[in-house]
T-cell receptor, first 114, second 115 residues
């Protein structure tokens, strides 16, 4: 099992460009999440999904869109990248059920917006 | 709204010293779960432990131990006889029932263990 994988691992964008980050999991997890990690701020939730075809906003959703067309994939899109979106992005997944189930994290995507 | 505070931004110790990482949480819910994750220099997040709000028993796993005290809203993590491989950023997080069971993370504590 690969667990949670993220594509790409690194990316440099210019302001205004768009891109999509792909998260895939092979653990048949219902719930998936996108976080961003910035120095001194921990991880903050961008969007999440509790099942195929559903998405919801997290703490910092502005400037991002997501889609969950297939259970195993969760896409994060930046329509018009801004320097403030320079960050490390983590995807996570977990089993459904109560909050006791831990989240499994991908290796991260380091994004720089110039 | 819930909140997790890790007041220690960075801690440096010499190998074999014991070290405690503090975590204080805020929530009005009576049912909640607390987690610790480790982020080594390679960058991935590794799950260490979970604890539910109804279980105040301390937990020990090898050199790691966790002290959960509801009276002080704390869930502290102690590493005994620290090793260089323990160098990492450690995150404490809180999860509530419903709403996607989102994790609210603290800002993390950078632990540096030197020879």
């Amino acid at each position: 099992n690969a667990g949670v994988t993220q594509t790409p691992k690194f990316r440099v964008l210019k302001t205004g460009q768009s891109m999509t980050l792909l998260c895939a999991q092979d653990m048949n997890h219902e719930y998936m999440y996108w976080y961003r990690q910035d120095p001194g701020m921990g991880l903050r939730l961008i969007h999440y999904s509790v099942g195929e075809g559903t998405t919801a906003k997290g703490e910092v959703p502005d400037g991002y869109n997501v889609s969950r067309l297939k259970k195993q994939n969760f896409l994060l899109g930046l329509e018009s990248a801004a320097p403030s979106q320079t960050s490390v992005y983590f995807c996570a997944s977990r089993l459904s059920g109560g909050p006791y189930n831990e989240q499994f994290f991908g290796p991260g995507t380091r994004l720089t917006v110039l | 709204a819930q909140k997790v505070t890790q007041a220690q931004t960075e801690i440096s110790v010499v190998e074999k010293e014991d070290v405690t990482l503090d975590c204080v949480y805020e929530t009005r819910d009576t049912t909640y779960y607390l987690f610790w994750y480790k982020q080594p220099p390679s960058g991935e997040l590794v799950f260490l432990i979970r604890r539910n709000s109804f279980d105040e028993q301390n937990e020990i796993s090898g050199r790691y131990s966790w002290n959960f005290q509801k009276s002080t809203s704390s869930f502290n993590f102690t590493i005994t006889a620290s090793q260089v491989v323990d160098s990492a950023v450690y995150f404490c997080a809180l999860s509530l029932p419903g709403g996607g069971n989102k994790l609210t993370f603290g800002t993390g504590t950078q632990l540096k263990v030197e020879l």
